[in-house]
């Protein structure tokens, strides 16, 4: 009778366990569907004076971050990163832009574009964020419920620490070709780097469309990425002889300043810190959860200190005035973040300018690694073509720069108000596939694919401006170096054993 009188309880705890998801689910629901169901009624009743688009922006921020600190600490502690950078990146990129924009400015953000930005036209960009967040918050729950009722899958294979250090300092090796056959002296790559954009450099390319070396540079950059951030990971694992963690190091600072400083890149730099500081947080946080979040306040105020540098000393014409400038519009990055505004842009030129472009992001990703010097007529992304036209009055597929519309922008131009929603689905999944990843694995025993899919969550985020192959390169390159780190030995240990099984069969 024991058993039967114990098990009550449990049946108890787990139904009660189920109806607080439930209404955790439920809330989840109706604080997304807010902003989406004000903005419906809003355009039902052709309402978008100035204090109904400021309370709509007010609502829509408020859900948002809202849902952000309902979910920040839970996230953290069940290691669900990209469930929290597509939550942070929104309220960064979308909505607290938004709030900026039409409530602490009388004329709003008009001027700085090249076009009037009707107020039919900002409700509908309300409308179209709402409808994204909305998506998102619902596909990621129904893949997050299939992938628990999928079969458990077994722990991934650790990696070997020692190999793993080899392939990296390799793949950095690899980055600094470029530079060394450039042909140039020491001092000269130097001063070239100090340069950053302001001087062209034989290692670098203008072309958007890329030249007959574009691929090659374009690749050794990712992998000297990806290496370095493996290198910041392995600073952190004490299983590492301290010669080859000191040695690491001092490979992943070089290539930090140098990515820091030679494009400025600020993806690209975070894609590379971020991980070391997600694991170091992570760990932290087991200890001491008061240590952690100072750790991590100080780290993000470094952090974007750094970045807003980076951007204004990347232009020679800024330099100057870094000082003052480094505290400009810093909720935004100096208006670099804010794509509520581009977004805004997107709707109000398609399709008033330009017909829906029915473009295939997944044809992109499918034909990015052919050399365009292979296949001359290789698709080019029409959207960002169009986007940077109107923005900048420039053509990228002749000139150098190039500006985007933000995904919800992005899937707008291309399939209208059923754009958000499928770029809603399609980050649900992928943020969702990333977070069962990081579920099972260890970071204690096996930080570097902790940090894998630590970098595809900040890939994530970095996603928010535009949804292309470019900046998931490196987190490719770093899954290859993991992989090889784990299938080298495995394949010494079986050359091994053939080895001996040949010897005792001759004997």
């Known amino acids: 009778m024991t058993p039967l ?3 009550v309880p449990s049946k108890r705890r787990l139904s009660a366990d189920r109806k607080s998801g439930f209404r955790q689910m439920l809330f989840d629901f109706w604080l997304a569907a807010l902003p989406l169901i004000a903005a419906l009624i809003s355009v039902v009743l052709q309402a978008h004076g100035d204090t109904t688009l400021r309370l709509l ?36 990129w979308y909505s607290l832009p938004g709030l900026l924009n039409l409530w602490t400015t009388s004329s ?8 009037f930005i009707h107020e039919e036209t900002l409700l509908l960009t309300i409308l179209y964020l709402a409808l994204f967040l909305f998506v998102w918050v619902l596909a990621s729950r129904l893949f997050g419920r299939q992938s628990r009722n999928s079969p458990e899958q077994q722990p991934v294979s650790s990696s070997n620490p020692a190999v793993l250090v080899t392939i990296a300092l390799l793949a950095c090796a690899i980055g600094f070709l470029p530079y060394l056959l450039s042909g140039m002296s020491f001092r000269d790559i130097v001063g070239s780097i100090l340069e950053s954009r302001a001087v062209d450099k034989p290692w670098t390319y203008t072309e958007n469309l890329g030249n007959r070396i574009s691929a090659v540079l374009y690749l050794t950059r990712s992998a000297m990425t990806a290496g370095a951030g493996l290198l910041l990971v392995v600073l952190q694992d004490k299983r590492v002889k301290i010669g080859l963690r000191i040695a690491g190091a001092f490979v992943a ?17 975070a894609m590379m810190l971020l991980p070391a500081i ?21 780290l993000t105020i470094v952090l974007f200190f750094a970045l807003q540098f980076q951007l204004l000393f990347r232009y020679s014409y800024t ?14 990055l100096s208006g670099t973040t804010d794509y509520f505004s581009e977004t805004a842009l997107a709707v109000a030129i398609v399709p008033s300018y330009h017909d829906y ?48 519309p933000g995904i919800v922008g992005q899937y707008y131009m291309s399939w209208g108000w059923l754009g958000p929603i499928m770029i809603g689905v ?82």
């Open 5 to 7: 009188v114990r098990a």
């Open 57 to 92: 922006t007010a609502v829509l921020f408020s859900a948002s971050l809202s849902l952000l600190l309902k979910h920040a600490m839970p996230s953290i502690q069940s290691r669900r990163w990209g469930r929290l950078m597509i939550m942070l990146g929104f309220v960064g």
């Open 108 to 115: 709003g953000f008009s001027d700085e574009l090249p076009i």
């Open 253 to 269: 600072s070089i290539v930090t300043v140098l990515l820091f400083f030679d494009q400025g890149t600020r993806s690209l730099t």
């Open 278 to 298: 997600v694991l170091l947080f992570t760990r932290a946080w087991t200890r001491s959860k008061f240590y952690a979040t100072t750790v991590l306040l100080i």
């Open 319 to 332: 330099r100057y005035e870094t000082a003052d400038l480094l505290l400009d519009n810093w909720a935004t």
């Open 357 to 404: 472009f029915r473009e295939s992001a997944l044809l992109q990703f499918a034909v990015s690694p052919i050399p365009r010097f292979l296949w001359e007529n290789k698709p080019a992304t029409e959207v960002a073509w169009f986007y940077t036209l109107m923005r900048w009055g420039i053509d990228i597929y002749t000139e150098s720069g190039n500006t985007f």
């Open 426 to 507: 399609i980050l649900a999944f992928i943020s969702v596939r990333c977070d069962r990843f990081l579920s099972r694995v260890s970071y204690a025993e096996d930080p570097y694919q902790f940090a894998v899919g630590a970098m595809l969550a900040v890939w994530l985020l970095v996603t928010y401006r535009y949804l292309s192959p470019g900046f998931l390169y490196p987190v490719l390159f770093a899954a290859g170096i993991v992989a090889l780190s784990k299938r080298l030995p495995q394949r010494k240990q079986q050359w091994m054993k053939k080895l001996v099984q040949t010897s005792l069969s001759q004997n």
